[in-house]
């Protein structure tokens, strides 16, 4: 069946475009509301058991819409509690989402595209190439599973899985505001973060839109070794970045940006480095992420060792700058950062690296 057969999918709308449907199929908004809480609430996906909802409208949504999730076809688990679910979607694409459990913490990692456009030097999903961005409903459609599955929805959301969140910005910010939904998971916006790795216009546009929490992968404290690692960085580099994470976290005393920083042994962890990245982020609210690097196949970083971790650690902690160091959750799934790998597919079914210029991708 090719695209233009599918009937709408019920999973790309937020609570507006639910009420707006209904309301065009001839039925009172409130049944719109009705349809997205039982969707989203409770897990419902069967026109017929959503009892409330009265029978001509059932009729009607069974005909005209439909409610497509993404298929876990595999959960593996890690001796840590981490579990990785490898999703499939209506066109054999993969992606993977991960959970990570920690005390009464539920956190829920979300991937916004099939493979990446970005490059990065040091992550997994780079090397698989990119090719399309996720609807809303895939992307909702993740928290979605991962609800039905934790028995309850996730306390903290990250947008750290596979892709670049703001290179797919509307449909990321419709299914953040769907995450945030009292009639569907309501996280909580501080408990919800955006990572990126930079794309400056997109972050002003985020601002305009959304207050969830910002979180940019930094990696490098100055232009010629970022230029090396976040290769998106030649297009919009720290001069231009850092401003917009400034205004981003401005107007709240209580907002911080949070940056993260992949410790790679000998090539970003000395303490010069350290000493520059003080530097930098001075005058911006500011806490850092320390995250040691997570070997792949086919990688040719290190993992810096721990005292070395400690010391840049150390330096920041005593220039005033709240700093931590990520816990490698899972890595023995391949479900740490920077770890995630799908199933890129070209058109013809074929996998491979499907080439795509990171640049222009990126401001699309
Ligand atoms: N594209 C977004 C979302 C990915 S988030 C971004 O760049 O922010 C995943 C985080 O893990 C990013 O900070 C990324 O830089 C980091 N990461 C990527 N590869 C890694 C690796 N091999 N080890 C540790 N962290 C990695």
Same mark, same amino acid.
């Given at each position: 069946?090719?695209?233009?057969?599918?009937?709408?999918?019920?999973?790309?709308?937020?609570?507006?475009?639910?009420?707006?449907? /209904?309301?065009? *199929?001839?039925?009172?908004?409130?049944?719109?509301?009705?349809?997205?809480?039982? !969707?989203?609430?409770?897990?419902?996906?069967?026109?017929?058991?959503?009892?409330?909802?009265?029978?001509?409208?059932?009729?009607?949504?069974?005909?005209?819409?439909?409610?497509?999730?993404?298929?876990?076809?595999?959960?593996?688990?890690?001796?840590?509690?981490?579990?990785?679910?490898?999703?499939? *979607?209506?066109?054999?694409?993969?992606?993977?989402?991960?959970? !990570?459990?920690?005390?009464?913490?539920?956190?829920?990692?979300?991937?916004?595209?099939?493979?990446?456009?970005?490059?990065?030097?040091?992550?997994?999903?780079?090397?698989?190439?990119?090719?399309?961005?996720?609807?809303?409903?895939?992307?909702?459609?993740?928290?979605?599973?991962?609800?039905?599955? !934790?028995?309850?929805?996730?306390?903290?959301?990250?947008?750290?899985?596979?892709?670049?969140?703001?290179?797919?910005?509307?449909?990321?910010?419709?299914?953040?505001?769907?995450?945030?939904?009292?009639?569907?998971?309501?996280?909580?916006?501080?408990?919800?973060?955006?990572?990126?790795?930079?794309?400056?216009?997109?972050?002003?546009?985020?601002?305009?839109?959304? &207050? /969830?929490?910002?979180?940019?992968?930094?990696?490098?404290?100055?232009?010629?070794?970022?230029?090396?690692?976040?290769?998106?960085?030649?297009?919009?580099?720290?001069?231009?970045?850092?401003?917009?994470?400034?205004?981003?976290?401005?107007?709240?005393?209580?907002?911080?940006?949070?940056?993260?920083?992949?410790?790679?042994?000998?090539?970003?962890?000395?303490?010069?480095?350290?000493?520059? *990245?003080?530097?930098?982020?001075?005058?911006?609210?500011?806490?850092?992420?320390?995250?040691?690097?997570?070997?792949?196949?086919?990688?040719?970083?290190?993992?810096?060792?721990?005292?070395?971790?400690?010391?840049?650690?150390?330096?920041?902690?005593?220039?005033?700058?709240?700093?931590?160091?990520?816990?490698?959750?899972?890595?023995?799934?391949?479900?740490?950062?920077?770890?995630?790998?799908?199933?890129?597919? &070209?058109?013809?079914?074929?996998?491979?690296? /499907?080439?795509?210029?990171?640049?222009?991708?990126?401001?699309?």
């Amino acid at each position: 069946m090719s695209n233009l057969a599918l009937k709408p999918n019920l999973l790309d709308l937020n609570l507006a475009d639910c009420e707006r449907l /209904v309301l065009g *199929l001839g039925f009172k908004a409130f049944h719109g509301r009705n349809l997205f809480k039982w !969707i989203h609430k409770h897990g419902v996906v069967d026109f017929d058991a959503m009892t409330d909802l009265s029978k001509g409208l059932r009729d009607t949504l069974r005909d005209r819409v439909e409610i497509r999730l993404p298929r876990i076809i595999h959960d593996r688990p890690s001796a840590d509690g981490t579990v990785k679910w490898i999703m499939e *979607l209506g066109d054999g694409q993969r992606i993977e989402t991960v959970f !990570i459990p920690e005390g009464r913490r539920t956190t829920v990692c979300v991937s916004s595209q099939v493979g990446c456009a970005l490059s990065c030097s040091f992550c997994a999903t780079a090397t698989q190439g990119f090719n399309r961005n996720l609807s809303v409903g895939e992307i909702a459609g993740q928290i979605w599973h991962a609800t039905r599955r !934790i028995g309850a929805a996730p306390s903290n959301v990250v947008m750290m899985g596979m892709g670049e969140p703001l290179a797919n910005f509307d449909a990321v910010v419709k299914a953040m505001d769907i995450m945030q939904d009292d009639l569907a998971y309501m996280v909580a916006k501080t408990r919800l973060t955006l990572s990126t790795s930079g794309i400056v216009p997109n972050i002003y546009r985020l601002r305009e839109v959304s &207050d /969830v929490s910002l979180a940019v992968s930094l990696h490098a404290p100055n232009d010629a070794l970022r230029d090396q690692l976040v290769p998106i960085n030649r297009k919009y580099p720290l001069a231009e970045l850092l401003p917009a994470c400034k205004a981003y976290v401005s107007g709240d005393r209580r907002r911080r940006v949070t940056w993260e920083y992949v410790l790679l042994d000998s090539v970003n962890d000395s303490p010069a480095h350290a000493k520059q *990245l003080v530097r930098l982020l001075e005058g911006i609210p500011s806490k850092v992420n320390l995250i040691p690097f997570n070997p792949f196949a086919g990688s040719t970083y290190g993992t810096s060792p721990p005292e070395r971790i400690e010391a840049f650690r150390g330096r920041l902690t005593r220039s005033g700058i709240f700093t931590m160091t990520r816990k490698t959750r899972g890595d023995e799934i391949a479900a740490a950062c920077g770890q995630l790998v799908g199933r890129v597919q &070209d058109r013809t079914g074929r996998m491979g690296r /499907v080439l795509v210029d990171s640049r222009r991708m990126a401001t699309s």
